[in-house]
């Protein structure tokens, strides 16, 4: 899931509908929030709105029983960091019908969070979207015609700038993954020989497909998690070189060095930093 999770939270960063379906508002920026305190380390995303309100955006992909109480943990958290009380939802994309409580209720106290299963946000209106991370999202919503609306949006892929357009594709597999959708965004994209390059030669990674192919030829299960989790680490890389080369330049040879070393946890806070950092010696300093 953690693949999943790293492309979900770029992308909700990168939208402008789905934020406002979400919490009727924009947010103006997002904060980097660690809780060493509890089970989770930390809130999936946590935004600040044009009149400083928090919002805080968990991702779920499984019905979890405990959730409610995941959620108060995280609010008082937030509050003992911001001094402010947070509107919270917990945004399902998980396949299976939703089951989890919104709620928790105790002597003297009631807690609720808003709950929302991906599906019943308005995928048309997110086709619409002129945010390419709205359109991505928008396949995971309860369409009608889910090869449609995902040539929709790889056309307004092949759109983009080639940097935008590479990360943007990136995205769209790896979320199709969650509703079982990656083989028809693959065929829509073939379709096209702009994104057609990118998809066999820079989607999955060069690292993901050799540690599957030598997983295979040694004949063990080993290598193949290898494969898995250098790809996940270089889809990581790749998308966040795209996001700093978009905020502060081509990236200095010191700068390439250093982010080749980062683990996937520092790469995963680095893309949040990346949005209220002022220099490219801040972020990676």
């Known amino acids: 899931m953690q693949e999943y999770d790293v492309a979900f939270k770029l992308t909700l960063q990168r939208v402008d509908v789905a934020i406002r379906e979400l919490t ?104 619409e979207s002129a945010r390419v991370g709205d359109n991505i999202i928008a396949i995971l919503t309860a369409t009608s015609d889910a090869r449609t609306a995902i040539h929709r949006v790889v056309e307004r892929i092949a759109e983009l700038e080639p940097g935008e357009r590479e990360t943007a594709l990136r995205l769209l597999l790896t979320l199709a993954g969650l509703c079982k959708l990656g083989q028809i965004v693959e065929e829509e994209a073939k379709k096209m020989p702009i994104l057609n390059d990118i998809l066999e030669h820079e989607v999955l990674g060069r690292e993901y497909k050799k540690g599957l192919q030598e997983g295979v030829q040694q004949g063990v299960q080993q290598g193949v998690q290898q494969g898995i989790q250098q790809g996940v680490h270089e889809g990581e890389l790749a998308v966040l070189r795209r996001l700093i080369e978009k905020r502060f330049g081509a990236l200095p040879a010191w700068a390439q060095e250093r982010l080749s070393k980062f683990s996937s946890k520092e790469l995963e806070d680095l893309s949040v930093r990346v949005l209220d950092a002022a220099t490219l010696e801040e972020l990676l300093g």
């Open 24 to 127: 009727g508002t924009a947010i103006t920026r997002w904060h980097n929030v660690e809780m060493p305190e509890i089970r989770a380390g930390r809130v999936d995303l946590l935004g600040e709105t044009p009149t400083g309100e928090l919002v805080h955006i968990e991702l779920q992909s499984s019905n979890d029983p405990t959730m409610a109480v995941r959620m108060g943990e995280y609010c008082f958290q937030v509050f003992r960091s911001f001094h402010r009380l947070p509107h919270q939802i917990v945004l399902y994309v998980g396949n299976a019908p939703m089951r989890m409580e919104a709620e928790l209720n105790g002597p003297g106290m009631k807690f609720w969070y808003r709950l929302v299963d991906v599906r019943e946000l308005n995928g048309e209106l997110l086709l």
